[in-house]
């Protein structure tokens, strides 16, 4: 994969993740024609697309769009499936995930990703493992209670768009 | 789990990101964001050492405001400090901050390795997880050349945690791809290998990324991951749904594994071990199997899940190519996914199909989805799902099928999406000519083509549609009948104008016997659309009206009354009005038997392959999506296959050479060679005779011509001896070249142009083009002082027997260049017979007083003047076996010197002039090349083999190149020439 990104329906940028090499304004330029090509397509088009000479992926859950560039060779499938496992794994960590957590806690939802996905390739497919992983690390740390992070609840979750 | 209860809550972050999120524009949010900046400044500056949390929280906000979009030059340091917090999640937000902003300031890279390298010693799990985790992320040479020999040894170490070495392969992986040259395996193979084994599922996910990076680039070293992967693979595909726990994936067990198992596998051929063997065909079988079990969810996942892997396993089987059985049978499922209700199915199908297209034992099991392919390209809503149907339409194209597949791309094309419009064009224009039993037919389709997307049709089109008709005699008649019907419409593209203008300039006669398309209806047809058109149309068909001229005297008057009006002889374009002057010149002085031979019909071209080919092949190739980026990849190819740029130079002789009828110009200029180059064989050096004639009669029109006939003059095909300038080449003493000159002569062996040579005060540009046995070199010399060069000479010379070999002739040059200024100089060659040496060039000037002399070799070789040989692997095969006396074989082996990289050795190969043969070697690996080498006394045909080897037993790449010719200097000096290349 060489890069992974999530974009909300207003086009704004969530979260970004590069895998090759590229200069600041190259990826700005990547961001702003893909998520544009992305936001234009209807519902039920299919979700992979040749760009470049890359291949998109990209699936829409909830509010948010998650889009990833791989090769020539890479699976597109099993790719919708890598997103797919990294939402599952952002909401088992947060409860019903939805954008603002990935607003707020932009910095964990990074975590989550490295994981999960180490230079563009799965590092650990299984759930398990990787909350595993990430609730070591939490336990490592000072607890101090968000309390005040859910008051933003009402957010559409991901989770819906399960089935 | 409790929901969100491990934030570890940095308030004043959440704070500041409401804010933000409550700015109500983009004014606002940069206050805000300027704001905060300057808090943190001063805070990063205050005398106050700040504590590890609000380090922390601090750089936390400057990468939120980074990765909103703002630039942050400041924080890195504060970012390094906290990489030596003992609190993970200090730690933690340092790396994720050093992995987002990398900075190459070397102190801080430092720093960060420093870091880095306690953490990878601590032999805390998760600390060293951090560290990989921050150098896979980064991945710059600077991290490889600290750690790439580390981390090889904490993947295989016997006591290394398993996510540790998840994170190590992966990160490894990373550094291979970007510093190559750092990662060496060597020792650790074996190991590396073994991990396919581990017991711990995730352990074998992360390395087989690794392993299979590393076996496409060695594949020797680690093909023993063949058998470990069939029995991983085996032992997944045959477990139950259950067995895999956490690794089971909505019922389909560890399906990444699965897919990168057989993604590896198919870096090698099908394995030789019978029992290996067996059991992957096995596996594969079940896998098919599998696809026709009613699903055991109704969720989307498990069905990606368990189609992911068939698509993957039915890649293998394709790759294979072998297994006539397992083929159809994939391509039987793929056909039923092209019904399939999910969008995604389809297009996967459409996709993998195209593909099976190509194997000789599925090609007809592809074809009998021909209905549903077309049904799919007319009804399917999305635009990338049609282009997909295209694809496969074309590449299950075959004479039987040609007929519709072309109507209906045809169809097609009136409502396509102009996204997709210029590659259909190309495909079409391809299966057309590809696949065309009648002549007529081709041309309905291209003339249909250019009438229903003439904003597509790119000029390869056009203009391969003339060569056609101009070479086939039987399709002249139809074609100019076709295309002046074409023309009736009252608005029609000006690509049909321009086919129109061409065609019937040429063969207009053809129909000039019916009154309804008599010569003046034909005329003034075209002459309706001549206003309408751009500056390059209006010149061709200037020129079509002079051959008119030609063809039907009765027009005479009318075109001269055309040419003579103000809108052309007085057209400010200096083209239009050159040519409109010239013309009538030539139209009122020459007589008829000079016109006819001036004029005479275009001589058919020579074959080559198809250049419409050659430009979607660019278009498929990497990164070329816009028409400029083709259009200069285009140029780009063009200059590495030896010679035809349009650009420039060539193309502006080619301008101010009316003398020849220039719509020839455009069409030779294709690829093969630059337009004056090209027209010269033929119809140039007729007309070098023809104005020698005329000069007699009329001196007035020679003067009249005098800047025209100078650059005609230039043709190649003028004969070498009637230079008007005593030939300068007449040296007596050979000097000698500099050390350097063989090197620099073996830059140019697969090249054409480009940079010769350069000191501190000169700089020697070269451009050169060859055709048959001729050449021309154009050389630059640019005076890069801002001081005049005076008494500038050069001199060529052929040393030894070369004097018998090469004629050179050589322009003098001017004899003084001005400060930052360039001269040319023009050398023609002819290729008498072959030849091992390089002609020399003595320069010599005077610089500042001082006399600067030297000497180079001329990039002159033996492979300029080869042409390429097309032929099947049957007749390569046959020719190969008939040169088979030891002296007619030369072989060299020996070590590259550059990356193997196909595509570079392909360009370098075509570079050499002679035709790269696909689909003959056994070995997909080797490539072959045929070509003639053309001189004036003999031809000498010659073949090529060129067998790399990634991995030979000294670890070294090493290639073997074998050249047979029918004369064995020849062999033996392309042999030399070669080994230097790759």
Known sequence: MQFMLLFSRQGKLRLQKWYVPLSDKEKKKITRELVQTVLARKPKMCSFLEWRDLKIVYKRYASLYFCCAIEDQDNELITLEIIHRYVELLDKYFGSVCELDIIFNFEKAYFILDEFLLGGEAQETSKKNVLKAIEQADLLQEVRRLCFLKAFRGQKHFAEQYS | MPAVSKGDGMRGLAVFISDIRNCKSKEAEIKRINKELANIRSKFKGDKALDGYSKKKYVCKLLFIFLLGHDID????????????????????????????????????????????????????????????????????????????????????????????????????????????????????????????DQHMGVVTAAISLITCLSQKNPDEFKTCVSLAVSRLSRIVSSASTDLQDYTYYFVPAPWLSCKLLRLLQCYPPPEDGAVKGRLVECLETILNKAQEPPKSKKVQHSNAKNAILFEAISLIIHYDSEPNLLVRACNQLGQFLQHRETNLRYLALESMCTLASSEFSHEAVKTHIETVINALKTERDVSVRQRAADLL?????????????????????????????????????????????????????????????????????????????????????????????????????????????????????????????????????????????????????????????????????????????????????????????????????????????????????????????????????????????????????????????????????????????????????????????????????????????????????????????????????????????????????????????????????????????????????????????????????????????????????????QSQLNVQSKPVEPLIEGGAQVQQVINIECLTDFSDAPLLNIKFRYGGALQNLTLKLPVTINKFFQPTEMASHDFFQRWKQLSQPQQEAQKIFKASHAMDTEVLKAKLLGLGMALLENVDPNPENFVCAGVIQSKAQQVGSLLRLEPNAQAQSGEQMYRLTVRSSKDTVSKRLCELLAEQF
Request: net charge negative.
């Open chain 2, 394 to 802: 074309y590449a299950m194209c075959d004479r039987s099928n040609a007929k519709q597949i072309v109507a209906e791309m045809l169809s097609y094309l009136e409502t396509a999406d102009y996204s997709i419009r210029e590659e259909m064009v190309l495909k079409v224009a391809i299966l057309a000519e590809k696949y065309a039993v009648d002549y007529s037919w081709y041309v309905d389709t291209i003339l249909n083509l250019i009438r229903i997307a003439g904003d597509y049709v790119s000029e390869e089109v056009w203009y391969r549609v003339i060569q056609i008709v101009i070479n086939r005699d039987d399709v002249q008649g139809y074609a100019a009948k076709t295309v002046f019907e074409a023309l009736q419409a009252p608005a029609c593209h000006e690509n049909m104008v321009k086919v129109g203008g061409y065609i019937l300039g040429e063969f207009g006669n053809l129909i000039a016997g019916d009154p309804r398309s008599s010569p003046l209806v034909q005329f003034n047809l075209l002459h309706s659309k001549f206003h309408l058109c751009s500056v390059p149309t209006r010149a061709l068909l200037l020129s079509a009206y002079i051959k008119f001229i030609n063809l039907f005297p009765e027009t005479k008057s009318t075109i001269q009354e055309v040419l003579r009006s103000d809108s052309q002889i007085r057209n400010s374009d200096v083209e239009l009005q050159q040519r409109a002057v010239e013309y009538l010149k030539l139209s009122s002085i020459a007589s008829t038997d000079v016109l006819a031979t001036v004029l005479e019909e275009m001589p058919p071209f020579p074959e080559r392959e198809s250049s419409i080919l050659a430009k979607l092949k660019k278009k498929k190739g990497p990164g070329a999506v816009s028409v400029n980026e083709l259009e200069e990849g285009k140029r780009e190819g063009g200059e590495l296959n030896g010679g035809g740029e349009r650009g420039g130079d060539s193309s502006a002789i080619a301008a101010s050479n009316a003398s020849t009828p220039s719509p020839s110009a455009d069409l030779l200029g294709l690829r093969a060679g630059p337009p004056v180059t090209a027209a010269a064989p033929s119809a140039g050096s007729l007309l070098v005779d023809v104005f020698s004639e005329a000069g007699i009669n009329d001196d007035g029109f020679l003067r009249d011509l005098e800047p025209t006939t100078e650059s005609s003059d230039s043709l190649l095909a003028e004969g070498p001896g009637d230079s008007d300038s005593a030939p300068p080449s007449v040296v007596s003493e050979d000097p000698t070249p500099l050390p350097e000159s063989d090197e620099l002569l073996n830059k140019f062996v697969c090249k054409n142009n480009g940079v010769l040579f350069e000191n501190q005060l000169l700089q020697i540009g070269i451009k050169s083009e060859y055709r048959q046995n001729l050449g021309r070199i154009y050389l630059f010399y640019g005076n890069k002082t801002s001081v005049q060069f005076v008494t500038f000479t050069t001199t060529v010379t052929c040393p030894g027997e070369l």
């Open chain 2, 74 to 197: 400041f924080g890195h340091m504060e970012a390094v400090n906290l990489l030596s917090s003992n609190k993970y999640t200090e730690k933690q937000i340092g790396y994720l901050f050093i992995s987002v902003l990398v900075n190459s300031n070397s102190e801080l890279i430092r720093l960060i390795n420093n870091a880095i390298k306690n953490d990878l010693s601590s032999r805390n799990p998760t600390f060293m997880c951090l560290a990989l985790h921050c150098i896979a992320n980064v991945g710059s040479r600077e991290m490889a050349e600290a750690f790439a020999g580390e981390i090889p040894r904490i993947l295989v170490a016997g006591d290394t945690m398993d996510s540790v070495k998840q994170s190590a392969a992966l990160c490894l992986l990373r550094l291979y791809k970007t510093s190559p040259d750092l990662v060496l395996m060597g020792e650790w193979t074996s190991r590396v290998v073994h991990l396919l084994n």
